[in-house]
C-alpha cells in the first residue's frame, strides 16, 4: 500500500517506542520482510536517539518528525527536528569511539540502502532520510 | 587516517600474520564493541553476548582491513560489528516463523491478561502484561494488536472456546435490553447482533462494565471480549447506517 | 506540560492500523489499562471512518487525569447522531466542534484513572 506517514513526537526518550511501532505497522503493510522492518526498526532508533539527545537544549521542549513513505518496494523514513542542527565533528572522527551522533549515522549507513543528512525542511534542524528497498 | 602506533599494529597483523598484534588491536577497539553492544542491549538478549558477538564482528573487520584505503579502523568496523549483532538477533529472535511466535506470544498474553485482572481488580498495564510474559513492551504491544484481528474460530484455542454455562444475571440483561424502546435506534442496532454479542454490548453499555468485568462474568477471555465487541460494533454500526437511509 | 502525540496517515481504509499501534504505544506510556486502550483505538478508529481526506489527522495530549484525542478533518457525518451515540458509548466525552477551515474536527476524552 502506497503512502505517507507522519509522527510527530516530543524529543524524549519514551516515545522512541512510537516511532518503532510506525515502522512494523507500515512496514508490514508495505510488504517488507520481518528482518527489513528490523533494520528499519534500528536505523530509526539511531535517528531519533540522536535528535532526543542532541537536538534541543535540556529545558527546551522540541518535537522530533519521522516520516514514513511506502512505495513499491520501498519503505524511506526521513527523521527531522527544529534543533541545533548537527555540528562540525558529528561525522566520524579518529576516535576509538566516534561521537554518539557520528556512530548514529555509521550504524545507518551500514543498514540502509540510501542515506543522506542535511538540514531541517526549513534550513533549520537536521534531517536523516534513509531508505530500505526489499 | 590510523594513528602510527594503530597503523604498525595493523602492518604486524596484515602482513606479516603477528596474532599477538591483531589481538592487541581488538583489545583497543573493545570500548567501540561495548558502546555499540550496550545500544542493543535490554531487547531480550545478554549483553555479554552482544559483546562476544560485536567482538567477532571486529576480528573480521580487522581481517579486512586494506591500509591503503585510508579510512580509519574504527569507521571501518562500525557496519561488521553491528551486522554480527543484527544477525545474532536475527539467528535468535526468527529461528521460529514469525507469525507463528506472535500468535503463541499473544496467547500467553491473553492467559496473563486475565489471570493479571483477577489479581488486580482491573484490566493490567501493558508494563504489568510485558513484565508477567517476560518480552519487552514493544513485543507485548505488537502481540497485543495482532490479536484483535477476526481470528477464524479454528485459531482459538481451547482457553478461548471454552462456552460458559448459562450465567446468572441474563434475566437483567435481558429486561436491560427490553427496556430499550422497540422503534428506537439502538435497539434495532441490537437487534442486528447475534445473542452472545448483544449479551457483551448491553453489559458494556447498559450496565457500564469493563471488558475485564464482562470477561469475569461471563467466562470468557477479555481478548475474546474486545473482539466480541469490535465486531458488533461493526455490526451496529453498518445496522445504523442501514436505518438511516431508509428513514 | 502536556505532552502531545500527532500521527497523519492517507484517509483510506487499511491505514488504521498504524494509528492503532501508535495509540497503543502511548497507552503504555500512560500506564493505561489495556481495556482502556482497547476502546480509546475503537473510538479513534471510528471517527477516523469520516475522514474526507486525503489525509487524516490523530493528535494525542495526555492530561494529568485524561487523554484527549482530537481527530479531522472531518466530514459533516461526524456529527450525525447516530454516529455519535456508539462514540458516546465508549469515550468519557464527545465534543464535535469546527476546524480553521469550515471542516470539523471531533474530540474524545477518556478519563485515565486505573492504574495510577
Known sequence: ?134 | MPSDAQRALLVAYLENGDVRARDRLVEELMPLVRSLANRYAGRGEPTEDLVQVGAIGLVKAIDRFELEKGVELSTYAVPTIVGEIRRHFRDRTWGVHVPRRLKELSMRLSRTRDELSAELGRSPTVAELAEAVGVDEEEAIDALEASKAYAPRSLDQPYDDDEPARVPGLADEERGYAALERGSVVRQGLDALEERERRIVVLRFLRGMSQSEIAAEVGISQMHVSRLLRKSLETMRGRLEETEVTA | MTDVVSISVPAAPGWTGVVELVLAGLGARLDLPYDRIDELQLATTAVLEDAVGPDVRVDASARADSVDIRVGPLGAAAADPARRRVLDALADRVAVEPGEEGDTWAVLTFARGGAR
Open chain 1, 1 to 134: 500500500m502506497n503512502g505517507r506517514v507522519v509522527l510527530e513526537v516530543p524529543a524524549k526518550p519514551e516515545y522512541l517506542l512510537l516511532a518503532r511501532l510506525a515502522v512494523t505497522s507500515v512496514g508490514r503493510s508495505a510488504g517488507a520482510s520481518e528482518e527489513t522492518i528490523a533494520d528499519l526498526k534500528l536505523a530509526v532508533t539511531e535517528a531519533v536517539a540522536n535528535a532526543v539527545k542532541h537536538a534541543y537544549p535540556p529545558d527546551i521542549p522540541g518535537r522530533v518528525t519521522v516520516e514514513l513513505t511506502a512505495s513499491a518496494g520501498r519503505l524511506e523514513i526521513a527523521v527531522s527536528d527544529q534543533g541545533r542542527g548537527l555540528a562540525d565533528g558529528d561525522e566520524p572522527t579518529a576516535s576509538e569511539v566516534p561521537a554518539e551522533s557520528g556512530m548514529g549515522l555509521s550504524i545507518i549507513r551500514a543498514i540502509a540502502d540510501e542515506i543522506d543528512v542535511g538540514a531541517g525542511p526549513d534550513g533549520r534542524g537536521t534531517r536523516v532520510r534513509f531508505a530500505c528497498g526489499f
